[in-house]
C-alpha cells in the first residue's frame, strides 16, 4: 500500500503542468543536441524563422509572432546580430524603428537548422504512432488557444 509521501510524488508527477514543463525540458534538450553544431537555442530559431517569414519587422512583431516579451527579444536579437545572423537598421518609412533582416549568414543557418529541427520533430513524436501524433498535436493545439486570452504575453503571427 503507497505512503502518503509516494502518493504526493506520484500527483506531482502526473500534473498537466508538470508533464508539460518535463515534455519542453525534453523538447529543448533535443532541439539543442540536433543544432549543437550550428549553436542554435529554440528561441535564437524561433526568431531566425519569424525574421525569415517578415523580414523587415521590427523586434515588437518579433515578440508577438512567439508569445516573447521584448526584453527578451532584444537579447535573442543581440546575440544573433553579435554573430552576424540579424542586422538591425533603421526603417526607410520611419527612422525611428529598427528593421529586422537576415543576413546571408543567417539565412544559411536557418536552411540547415530547418533540416535539423525537422528532424527533431520527428525524434520528439517517435514514440508516438501516427494517430497519437495527430491527437497530440491537436490537443496542444485546442489547449494553447483556449488559454491564449489568460497568456502574459500575447501571441499574433506577422501579419495578423
Not at 525534453?26 to 543536441?33: C, I, N, R, T, Y
Not at 535573442?76 to 537598421?89: F, K, S
Request: proline share 6%; aromatic share 4%; glycine share 8%.
Amino acid at each position: 500500500m503507497p505512503d502518503a509521501a509516494t502518493d504526493l510524488l506520484q500527483r506531482l508527477y502526473l500534473r498537466p503542468g508538470f508533464l508539460l514543463r518535463r515534455a519542453h525540458q525534453l523538447s529543448v534538450g533535443l532541439f539543442e543536441e540536433g543544432c549543437r553544431e550550428l549553436g542554435l537555442t529554440p528561441p535564437q530559431y524561433g526568431v531566425l524563422t519569424i525574421v525569415d517569414h517578415a523580414g523587415g519587422c521590427d523586434q515588437a512583431t518579433v515578440a508577438r509572432a512567439l508569445g516573447f516579451d521584448r526584453v527578451t527579444t532584444l537579447r535573442i536579437v543581440r546575440g544573433l546580430q553579435e554573430r552576424a545572423l540579424v542586422a538591425r537598421a533603421p526603417s526607410a518609412a520611419d527612422g525611428r524603428r529598427l528593421e529586422l533582416t537576415l543576413t546571408p549568414e543567417g539565412r544559411a543557418t536557418l536552411a540547415q537548422a530547418r533540416q535539423r529541427a525537422e528532424q527533431v520533430s520527428q525524434r520528439l513524436l517517435a514514440p508516438l504512432d501516427g494517430a497519437e501524433r495527430d491527437q497530440l498535436q491537436s490537443l496542444l493545439r485546442k489547449l494553447c488557444a483556449g488559454l491564449e486570452p489568460q497568456a502574459r504575453t500575447e501571441l499574433r503571427p506577422p501579419g495578423c
